[in-house]
């Protein structure tokens, strides 16, 4: 398999590293910034490095566009000119409806790694990067089927565990679980740090402060683009959270020790549901699904399923000879989840059984 991967920075550079090391591919390698290219090829994230995008694109079956949100969907337009017909095209930008918004080709889907790391550049990439991590991916109704079905062995292979979400959906869930942290710690560093004058000494910190702040003034480069791309779902979150903030402010100020004590509990829980809702464990169970050939069906699926919080270990696509139907077989983690996802899919009005 030869893979293009166009920006090879923190992200880029270690789905070259896992390429190579777990599924022996090709990488093609294309960065604007020269050294960027050189240390990849140095650090062997890429096979080989091209002139220009184009070239990299030469004859690959997947392409990998690494740019900041703000300039996704000119990069993302311009890697499909030149990409060949049978090539599927995604990005990993953290924002999804400005650049799915934008680009109408069977053959681009939105992506999103929730991977990542302190540390920018590709001197800092791991093959293990992505091992466990969630990898959505926003399929629309005229995503080719075959390229999704590529895209997601191709994620897995790398160790990571692709979901389906729409674009909107996305957009406003990370809003609450990765932006509004963000502007959260860049709050709270600058309360602490104006906690005392200037001539006195700053605050000492505890390890609970440090957790909670550990990403306060990352990267502006990137940062910008995703606080102003995802802005009225931001803003939204931000809402949420002050009026919530509102109700203890309240509860303390009325010294009321019973809602203050069902307010911390109730985070106690939440947290553990929160962390214990993307474990998967069990047996798989294998699903066959009949549907037609019509545009958008496989989308269809995994979009009801990701929506469903299932998450689809692997799948495959078998066309009927006549090419008028065929099957998508799923395989689901876990009784529950399998059942869970019999239900949805059958609520498409699409048969569905268990192989």
Not at 81 to 100: L, Y
Not at 135 to 144: C, M
């Amino acid at each position: 398999m030869r893979l293009a991967v166009l920006g090879v920075g923190l992200i880029g550079g270690s789905v070259g590293l896992a390429a190579r090391a777990r599924l022996d591919a090709e990488v093609v390698g294309w960065d604007p910034a020269p050294a960027a290219l050189d240390a990849a090829l140095e650090v062997g994230a890429v096979s080989r490095t091209a002139p220009d995008a184009a070239a990299a694109l030469d004859g690959a079956e997947a392409a990998f566009v690494a740019a900041p949100v703000g300039a996704l969907p000119a990069a993302v337009t311009a890697a499909l000119a030149a990409a060949g017909e049978d090539c599927v095209v995604t990005d990993v930008g953290s924002t999804k409806r400005a650049v799915v918004d934008a680009v109408r080709d069977e053959r681009f889907i939105g992506g999103h790694p929730l991977a990542g790391g302190a540390n920018a550049g590709v001197r800092h990439a791991r093959a293990e990067l992505f091992d466990g991590a969630t990898w959505y991916l926003t399929p629309t109704p005229s995503t080719r089927g075959t390229l999704y079905e590529r895209l997601h062995r191709l994620l897995s292979g790398l160790g990571a565990r692709p979901a389906a979400l729409d674009a909107d959906t996305h957009d406003r869930m990370l809003a609450t679980v990765s932006h509004l942290p963000h502007v959260l710690a860049n709050v709270l560093v600058g309360q602490a740090a104006r906690a005392v004058s200037e001539a006195d000494r700053l605050p000492a910190t505890g390890p609970s402060f440090r957790d909670l702040t550990r990403v306060a003034g990352a990267s502006t480069a990137i940062w910008r683009d995703i606080y102003l791309a995802n802005a009225d779902a931001l803003i939204a979150a931000i809402d949420d959270a002050t009026a919530r903030l509102g109700e203890v402010r309240a509860a303390l100020a009325r010294g009321d020790g019973d809602a203050v004590a069902a307010w911390n509990d109730g985070a106690r829980e939440d947290r553990r549901r929160l962390l214990e809702a993307d474990l998967a464990g069990g047996s798989v169970a294998e699903l066959r699904v009949s549907v037609p050939n019509r545009p958008g069906v496989v989308a269809e699926v995994a979009l009801a399923l990701g929506r469903g919080g299932v998450n689809i270990s692997d799948m495959a696509l078998y066309p009927a000879p006549d090419r008028s139907s065929g099957y998508i077989v799923l395989w689901i983690a876990g009784e529950e989840r399998a059942a869970q996802a019999e239900a949805l899919i059958a609520a498409l009005d699409l048969p569905v059984a268990r192989a």
